[in-house]
């Protein structure tokens, strides 16, 4: 085959703004031009700590200069004081370290069938999804995902996952037989458009587990790490799972991710049963345990849990004023999605020209996702370039804007 003429050689698998940034600081971005942009996408939930935190710069500088890369061959000090921290702060009991969400998930869903299979029930492998979920895109969490536009041409999709409706509990309950290894939930989906499940219904899916002997699963590849106003969002429910997967803000953009899990669930997990060549290495624990020592000073969550409310009471007030654009605020903590009445794309857009990057979702959503350490100024500031976004996507802007043409 020939070489394409194409300019770019990033494989096209993104459909890329046309909007590139040199730097970095807090919650403000620049652009190659030099431009300014309020930064509510934090690289979809990871940047939780802004751009450039000098608590996280001078943790991975140290590091640099020290060590970067060690085998899991050997011990890795900085490695068990994270874990022993992620520990601390949840209902684990181990941790294992990967890259990234989808491989943290990956040994989730491996550990769950490992466990039935070292308590002699090798026939235990399937799993009990939900509709709207996301779970990654490797070949195994592209199944746990479950949706046909992701799937669609890779070939039979991995066996083993029971997709049910998001918060059915019946339907559950019937889902479950003498196959079943797990429930797999997010507390909050993010992907699928900021949807919560009730508290009733997680609860609910704790009582069938512990009834069926099976394990449940927390994706908090998104929600974990401070993002919904806790360390974990399931800790809003008052129900713990038996293996939860982080990721995405864990090493506040160095990428690592994490399989944490009860003891009683990792039991069929041995020497050579699960490995990572990164895994957990010590740039991405470095830059993990930096994240740990400012997310558990006292009142970071307050924090959190402030600015929630003042930046939702605002996108209420602004619903109220463009009811032909916006219609309804979702989601926890910082974890907030707008839904729209125009299509979502057509405000992410309006909103990038007003210099505010958002996210879109599923359910027509749009997605805010702004740096934890977001202050008052700045959720105003966003809500004013909402604003105008919203203008210019009223129905009679456009109708000035025809007749002025
Ligand atoms: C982003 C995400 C993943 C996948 O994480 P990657 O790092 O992209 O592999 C998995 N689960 C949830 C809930 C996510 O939001």
Request: aromatic content about 8%; some cysteine.
């Amino acid at each position: 085959m020939t070489k394409s003429a194409s300019t770019s050689h990033l494989l096209p698998v993104f459909a890329r703004a046309d909007l590139a940034f040199t730097s970095g600081e807090g919650v403000w971005l620049t652009a190659i031009n030099g431009e300014r942009y309020l930064d509510f996408t934090s690289g979809v939930a990871v940047n939780s700590l802004g751009h450039c935190h000098p608590h996280l710069v001078a943790a991975l500088q140290e590091q640099a200069t020290k060590l970067w890369h060690m085998s899991n061959l050997f011990k890795s000090p900085d490695g068990e004081r994270l874990a022993a921290r992620l520990c601390e702060e949840s209902f684990s009991d181990y941790v294992f370290f990967a890259n990234s969400g989808a491989e943290a998930m990956e040994c989730a869903i491996k550990m769950a069938r490992h466990y039935h299979f070292s308590k002699g029930q090798p026939e235990r492998t399937r799993i009990i999804t939900f509709e709207g979920a996301f779970h990654g895109r490797t070949l195994g969490t592209l199944a746990a995902t479950g949706a046909a536009k992701y799937l669609e041409g890779y070939g039979k999709p991995l066996e083993g996952f029971d997709q049910m409706p998001f918060g059915d509990i019946e339907a559950v309950k019937k889902a479950v037989g003498p196959n079943t290894a797990a429930i797999l939930i997010e507390p909050l989906q993010g992907e699928g458009g900021v949807r919560a499940p009730s508290h009733a219904f997680v609860r609910a899916l704790r009582e069938l587990c512990d009834e069926s002997g099976i394990l449940l699963i927390f994706d908090e590849v998104q929600t974990g790490m401070g993002r919904t106003g806790s360390l974990f969002a399931h800790q809003r429910f008052g129900v713990t799972p038996d293996i939860m997967s982080l990721a995405k803000a864990l090493g506040g953009g160095f990428p690592i991710g994490a399989c944490l899990a009860t003891a009683e669930a990792a039991a069929g997990m041995a020497p050579g049963s699960h490995g990572s060549t990164f895994g957990g290495n010590p740039l991405a624990v470095a830059a993990a345990n930096a994240v740990m020592d400012v997310m558990l000073k006292p009142g970071f969550f307050d924090h959190v849990n402030r600015m929630s409310l003042l930046f939702k009471q605002k996108l209420a007030s602004a619903v109220d004023s463009f009811p032909s654009v916006i219609s309804e605020v979702r989601g926890e903590g910082l974890l907030i999605g707008l839904k729209a009445v125009v299509p979502s794309g057509d405000l992410v857009a309006a909103l990038r020209d007003a210099k505010l990057l958002t996210v879109g979702a599923g359910e027509n959503v749009v997605r805010f996702l702004p740096p934890l350490i977001v202050n008052e100024a700045e959720i105003e500031e966003a809500i004013q370039r909402l604003e105008t976004a919203c203008v210019a996507l009223s129905p009679s802007a456009a109708q000035q804007q025809g007749a002025a043409s």
